[in-house]
């Protein structure tokens, strides 16, 4: 009899977050905060933490953040996560920090990606761990301010996600050069993305905070390695009168003794073998 009472105390004391699951999975909400279930039910946090561990075993919700959940829907129940594009804005307003997706992320949410990316890249103006949950795996790259204007929104199941809009994602593969996988990884990249950008969206440039650097070899690789002249031409235009130094292709090899492009001002102290 004490048993029978016991599994009725624990099947009430469950009750209201399948409830409260259910509901949410019905609006279409995935993500839910600590501080949310809190404010909906008046119990006790030690409750609260025990009907969320019990969930948390069943698979039905996975912690993302200390304070931060989201729900697993049957459809990933396999996986035991969402994907990220899911749940990183609600993530990321939770955390009340600006954000968009970039690099690798941002080129395949264009349909520029040779092959998917296996990790998801999120900008931002914080320093943060990379983020590693039943084997997805997010990680926040530091930018010093987001660039609002050149941030598009794409639709996702969940909602709206803020994604680079081309141009930010070319920058932003040359200046994130190396968490990308190189320059011949790159400029496999570039080959795709090119096919969404027309050379009047460079303009966007003179309106964003920028370094000249990356788009001297952004504008070589377009010139020399895409053949993409068109495209090459209009961001000269826009970047001409900041070219001054010389840099290298490759910042991480030795820059004497290469030949320099004279239009771009890049010493060619590398060889990009990408599969275009």
Known sequence: MRV?????????????LQQFIDDRQSRGRYTFSLE?????????????????????RKNRIVSIHKGFYALVPLEYRSMGILPPEQFIDDLMAYLQKPYY???LTAAALHGAAHQ??????????????????KGVKVNFVLKSSIPANALIDKKTLTGYLKVSNPVLTAYDLLLYLYKVGGLSRTA??????????KPED?????????KVAPLQRLGYILEITLEQTALADSLYQVIQNQ?????????RKVKTGFPVNNRWKVI??????AEI
């Open 188 to 197: 496999e990249i570039l080959s795709e993305l090119v096919e969404v950008i």
């Open 202 to 210: 460079w303009g966007i440039l003179s309106e964003i905070d920028v």
């Open 243 to 251: 070219i001054r130094y010389r840099v290298p292709l490759n910042p």
């Open 36 to 56: 949310e279930l809190r404010s909906e039910f008046k119990v006790s946090d030690v409750a609260l933490e025990r009907a969320i561990g019990r969930y948390i």
């Open 268 to 273: 060619e102290n590398y060889q990009i073998e």
């Open 4 to 16: 029978t009472t016991h599994v009725n105390i624990m099947n009430k004391e469950y009750q209201y």
């Open 116 to 133: 998917r990316p296996q990790e998801s890249y999120v900008v931002t103006v914080s320093n943060m761990r990379p983020l590693y949950k």
């Open 101 to 103: 997706m970039g690099l």
